[in-house]
């Protein structure tokens, strides 16, 4: 294996931070420009919000009903189990809502557009698609984004609506809570800021699903190896980012909204 | 009725080269790395010729074409599209100028997720302001032109590799561009498939008088176009008889290690004394 130099490593993620940013600030400007391209918009949206649909159900359900298992044990230590709606809606609608869907859909879209887009590249497709005078960045990068970023908003409510269900179920049948004061207990818990920040972070993280993988899709090199590559990669890095930006959301609206 | 053969009796008038080249290499250089791939290239193409370029693989043949697209920057000379310099344009300027222009990939480059009709009818898809019918009626007329009109429902990766140059051909040529460029339209075909796409070629060129750059390992492949014409009436490609030349002038460029050392017709490349340009056409 070539060893490259530090100064060479460092040139290359700063030139790739770079087309990054490059790509993402022209996948947002190309909304406003002409042409649109809406058949490819709800093409995309096809693809990735009714697509991914199955496995955000069944996400959602699993992950709502082990935070009611996992969390109703320690709120029975406490005498609290009827707060168990509260934790639930909470959890899911702030945090574990948005970043499980966030994940599952890069896992699955990340990585399947930066192999599309990567297969594409090393066919030439991406270049007879500029020689035909279409910017690929118009007609395959920019509905991806807005597909992603619109159909994660959605996908994300499900997710919440059906974690609250699962818990709900749980707490039903292990533990007998009645139905109407867990669904009482975890509307009543959910406040303004709680929703706000829920269902502003699918925002960012379908950008980031849809940019990173493009990017990577874009970027490809080297034939087959590198679409597998670049699969991987897009995967990797979307999650990662996710994660992050997760964070930094979370800490933002809770200095600008005050914490829970 | 396409290139009825002209007597060769003196050079072509000069008034025929006066007119403003539709393809102008200046000086152009590009290195990928430390590989020098084009040094100091330079050379015209004037309007309704043809050009075929030759070198063996590696030479830089194909890296031309893309720079005449503007789908590379060369590291420093200029190149010259349809009286443009594509290397001072944005990419926004050359999406316009590239509709003027058709280009035929080296593997075809069909979107493979489209079907055969769509991908003909990709670029009057993207004008956004034809009709239905009258992309259909376009695109019946282009694939007829290659005799692939049974094959409009098809994926590319239903058709034999010869099938999808000529698809290729359809679509690049569906505009009736000012300029076509072909990259290796015949590499990894057989000797019979190659020469139902040179026929193709020949007949494009004869029929519409389109200015054309070839790329080709294959010198036979250029000779066949210089020596041959498109007859409409037997709806194939003929000799030409003896010292007669075609309406549309074919020349030749000769690349080596990134440098041209030939360029000129077809009888001065047979007269050359050059012993590598010997070698290689023997």
């Given amino acids: 294996m070539e060893l490259i130099s530090p ?36 093409q995309q949206a096809d693809l990735i919000g009714v697509g991914s649909l199955p496995i955000i159900i069944l996400a959602g359900l699993s992950i709502g009903a082990e935070l009611a298992l996992n969390s109703a044990n320690t709120l029975e230590q406490f005498g609290s ?3 168990i709606g509260k934790l639930v809606s909470v959890g899911m609608v702030t945090e574990l809502g948005p970043i499980i869907t966030g994940l599952m ?18 066919t030439e497709q ?8 279409t910017d690929p960045l118009k007609k395959l990068v920019a509905p991806r984004v807005v597909s992603t970023v619109f159909m994660l908003f959605f996908l994300t409510i499900i997710a919440d609506l059906l974690g609250l269900i699962g818990g709900g179920i749980i707490a039903r049948l292990i533990f007998g809570i009645d139905s109407r004061q867990y669904w009482n207990s ?3 818990a959910l406040a303004f800021r709680d929703v706000f920040t829920g269902l502003m972070k699918p925002l960012f993280f379908g950008f980031i699903i849809a940019t990173v993988g493009c990017y990577y899709g874009m970027s490809t090199r080297g034939g087959t190896q590198g679409v597998g590559k670049a699969t991987t990669q897009a995967m990797v890095a979307s999650s990662v980012l996710i994660l992050v930006v997760n964070f930094f959301i979370t800490k933002f609206m809770m200095a600008v909204l005050g914490p829970h | 009725m396409a290139g009825p053969p002209t007597v060769i009796e003196r050079p072509l008038p000069s008034s025929q080269h006066s007119a403003a080249p539709v393809i102008k290499f200046e000086d152009v250089s590009l290195a990928f790395d430390d590989k020098r791939v084009l040094d100091q290239i330079s050379f015209e193409l004037p309007p309704g010729q043809s050009k075929a370029i030759f070198g063996v693989a590696g030479s830089g043949k194909s890296t031309i074409l893309k720079l005449a697209m503007g789908l590379l920057k060369p ?29 035929v990939f080296q593997e075809s480059a069909l979107f493979d997720s489209m079907t055969v ?9 993207e004008e956004h302001d034809i009709s239905e019918d009258e992309i259909e009626k376009r695109v019946r007329e282009a694939l007829s032109f290659v005799e692939l009109e049974h094959t409009m429902d098809l994926f590319p990766s239903e058709l034999s590799g010869g099938m999808r140059r000529r698809v290729a051909i359809a679509r690049a040529t569906i505009t009736r561009p000012e300029i076509l460029l072909y990259d290796s339209p015949t590499g990894g075909l057989d000797p019979v498939t190659s020469t139902t796409i040179i026929e193709l070629i020949v007949k494009q060129r004869d029929v519409y008088k389109t200015s054309s750059l070839l790329v080709t390992h294959r010198l036979q492949d250029a000779f066949t176009m210089a020596s041959h014409y498109f007859d409409r009436k037997t709806n194939h490609m003929e000799h030409l008889p003896q010292g007669m030349q075609c309406e549309v002038p074919m020349n030749f460029l000769i690349l080596r290690e990134g440098k041209v050392i030939f360029d000129g017709s077809m009888q001065e490349l047979k007269a050359t004394k050059d012993e590598y340009i010997r070698e290689y056409i023997s």
Avoid: C
């Fill in chain 1, 186 to 188: 975890a509307w009543q």
């Fill in chain 1, 81 to 83: 189990l009827s707060l």
């Fill in chain 1, 105 to 122: 859909v890069a896992g699955r879209n990340a990585s399947g557009m930066a192999s599309e887009l990567g297969s594409m590249v090393v």
């Fill in chain 1, 7 to 42: 100064t060479e490593l460092a040139k290359e993620k700063v030139e790739a931070v770079q087309d990054y940013a490059v790509l993402a600030g022209r996948s947002v400007a190309n909304l406003f420009r002409h042409p649109r391209y809406f058949g490819d918009i709800v």
């Fill in chain 2, 117 to 125: 009709r769509e991908n003909v009818a990709f670029r009057l898809m």
């Fill in chain 2, 75 to 103: 590291d420093r000379g200029s190149i010259d599209m349809l009286g443009q310099d594509v290397t001072q344009m944005s990419e926004e300027e050359l999406f316009k100028l590239r509709r003027r222009i058709g280009m």
């Fill in chain 1, 126 to 133: 991406i270049d007879a698609m500029r020689a035909l005078g």
